[in-house]
């Protein structure tokens, strides 16, 4: 997977690939570092990789539902979305 330097560079399913390399733990331990890196750099939310490992409340986490999440923050604090 090819990581972008900006959150709108992305679109929706190749974000959702990334967060689901995340949770799949695919690759090195150096791999998943640059995933987690780049998770937390792109999207700006300030609970970064918290909302994969500590996520809040008692619904199931997923790839889609962390991706949801930061859709609805970044459209309520009027950051850019995803790429069409």
């Given at each position: 997977?090819?990581?972008k ?17 995340i949770?799949?733990?695919h ?8 995933l ?12 970064g990789?918290d ?34």
């Amino acid at each position: 997977m090819q990581l972008k330097d900006k959150f709108e560079e992305y679109s929706e399913a190749e974000f959702v690939a990334l967060v689901k390399d995340i949770f799949d733990v695919h690759g090195s331990e150096s791999y998943q570092d640059s995933l987690l890196e780049k998770f937390s750099r792109v999207t700006g939310h300030p609970s970064g990789t918290d909302l994969i490992f500590y996520p809040e409340g008692d619904n199931p986490v997923t790839p889609e539902s962390v991706v949801t999440e930061i859709k609805q923050w970044r459209a309520s604090v009027g950051k850019t979305l995803f790429r069409s």
